[in-house]
């Protein structure tokens, strides 16, 4: 008896050393199997379909789930709602441009301020750029919760299993009505057909995408469990009171004092940005943007660096970074302000000469958001309350927004395009617009009908390559098609790969080859060496 005395009491010591499970309502039911079937959608539809309008279906749907799964238990506030409400829009940008920087740099702003969202609404406002970070911090925490959550779910010691019984049961229920309903739809619409066909072509690829959402469906049921009961991990104020502020005002002022004697030095070379011409000497314009640029990238990360680091080494007096300190941090933030907009004035200078690309435009729109960061730096030095990563957080979404909205590509092949129209520009490079991706294409397609006989021609090169290889599928061998062998042949069809610059690039060239049905039986011709004497009467 003694001994299966101790036994038990050895299993309920067990017990107790074990994680609590979470106590879970039947709303966090109907959340868990929600945000399964948002997780597999993701990963159907967002994941790998090329970040077009599946993707902005799928993070819609999730980042409004689990909205208002934290805000029916916490407190709807204004930072996180417009963190909130700017994730949400970015998620425009999957369909209405083609840039992948912008969309790569999208998806990890909308996933960053989603957090900010989510956090604020289940634990309050962050305060300070440590708390910020910690929010971040948290999620990683949420990792060691995924077996607690499984077991929260599935345990027998409350109505939480007999609920997902029960909600899986209903699922398996509709299956048998989904093999009736399913075929009427596809067979009453050809839109739904398509989808449908899309969806289970291959089927091997379907199956290891549902494998994929699955096996990252409990990461996300974890932290929607974790954050809403607040079983997350925190960054601790530590109890570093800071350095003497004799070490940093003697390494500041030495930094300083070479800013000051680099400005006079570079003054006019600096400042001939703003009158519109070059300093003396060999150098071009190309050089001159160049250099300026790389110039100002490196000074503005150290000193961001010096400033982070200096903000959070100096010994405070009553929570307050001395004068001293404050005064030198402003004088090195607005030199680097100063650099920031020389730097522009000289890519203003270099589109207006050379045209503008991608590349330019984005690295402009990066300096305005350094100039931004700098200006809540100095901010944050007199305003404690100043957050410079949300306000980071919240440039950077607001400027890719605009980028992916505006649609970069778009704006750079039209502003060529134009500016060679009204000859601004003395040519166009045809293999620019061509590389911009299905924003170039309806101008190629102008081009492909110009007078001038070199320009027309190397567009229709691009346009051969387009029918022929990279935006139809299975034309390789093509000597003479139509307009619905192409359609029959166009590549991603299905509305997860939707975009806007796709359908009208699509458009461009359909109408292309209504007007001039001719051309699909020379495509292949423009691979090899022309015969100029054959285009002598286009």
């Known amino acids: 008896m003694e001994e299966n005395n101790n036994v038990l009491e050895n299993e309920e010591l067990q017990n107790d050393s074990l994680p609590t ?14 945000a399964f079937i948002a997780v597999i959608f993701f990963s159907l539809f967002g994941i790998f ?48 441009t083609t840039n992948g920087s912008v969309r790569f740099f999208g998806v990890i702003i909308g996933f960053l301020l989603s957090l900010v969202c989510f956090d604020g609404f289940a634990n309050g406002t962050a305060k300070g750029d440590r708390q910020t970070f910690g929010i971040f911090y948290s999620v990683a925490s949420t990792l060691g919760n995924i077996g607690i959550t499984l077991r929260s779910l599935f345990s027998s010691n409350s109505d939480n299993k007999k609920t997902i019984g029960k909600a899986f049961i209903g699922l398996l229920c509709a299956i048998p009505v989904l093999f009736v309903v399913v075929p009427l739809l596809i067979s009453s619409d050809d839109a739904f057909k398509g989808m449908m066909s899309s969806i289970f072509s291959n089927t091997f690829t379907f199956f290891l995408k549902t494998i994929f959402g699955v096996s990252i469906c409990p990461f996300f049921i974890s932290y929607g469990f974790s954050l809403k009961t607040g079983r997350v991990a925190k960054i601790k104020e ?37 009158k519109g011409f070059l300093p003396d000497g060999d150098i071009t314009y190309a050089q001159y943007a160049r250099k300026g640029f790389f110039e100002m990238c490196v000074i503005a990360v150290i000193n961001l660096l010096i400033v ?44 207006g000469t050379y045209g503008m690309t991608v590349l330019r435009v984005t690295t402009s729109a990066f300096m305005l958001f350094l100039s931004i960061v700098f200006i809540s730096v100095i901010l944050r030095i007199y305003i404690k309350k100043i ?15 605009i980028l992916g909205t505006a649609n970069v590509n778009h704006v750079c092949a039209r502003y060529n395009y134009e500016s060679y129209k009204t000859q601004r520009l003395d040519t166009i490079d045809i293999q620019g617009l061509y ?20 320009i027309a021609l190397e567009a229709q090169g691009y346009l051969a390559k387009a029918y022929l290889y990279d935006y139809f599928d299975n034309m390789e061998d093509a000597v003479y098609f139509t307009v619905d062998d192409l359609k029959a042949n166009e590549i991603n069809k299905d509305f997860a790969h939707f975009n806007i610059p796709k359908a009208l690039a699509y458009d461009a060239l359909y109408d292309y080859i209504e007007e001039n049905p001719w051309f699909s039986t020379i495509c292949q011709s423009h691979f090899s060496e022309p015969d100029e004497t054959y285009y002598s009467d286009f």
Not at 309 to 333: D, M, P, Q
């Open 49 to 96: 379909s090329g970040f077009a309008l599946g993707y902005l279906i799928a993070s819609a749907l999730t980042i409004i789930l689990f909205g208002v799964y934290f805000a029916k238990s916490g407190k709807v506030r204004f930072l996180s709602l417009i963190s909130g409400l700017l994730a949400l829009a970015n998620g425009a940008i999957f369909i209405c």
């Open 387 to 401: 957050n410079i990563i949300k306000t980071a957080l919240i440039t950077a979404g607001s400027i890719i927004l």
């Open 308 to 351: 982070f680091l200096a903000l959070f080494l100096a010994k405070k007096e009553n929570g307050k970074v001395c004068h001293t300190i404050k005064a030198i941090l402003t004088f090195i933030s607005v030199f680097t302000l100063i650099i920031i907009a020389t730097a522009i004035s000289k890519m203003v200078l270099y589109i």
């Open 435 to 454: 590389e911009l991706g299905y924003e170039g294409i309806p101008y190629i397609v102008k081009l492909a009908s110009t007078e001038d006989f070199d």
């Open 21 to 34: 499970l979470f106590n879970l309502t039947k709303s966090d039911t109907v959340f868990a199997v929600c």
């Open 238 to 274: 530590g109890n570093f009171k800071g350095i003497e502020n004799t070490y940093l005002i003697s390494f500041l002022s030495a930094i300083s004092v070479s800013y000051v004697l680099y400005l006079f030095s570079q003054l006019a070379y600096f400042f001939s940005a703003f």
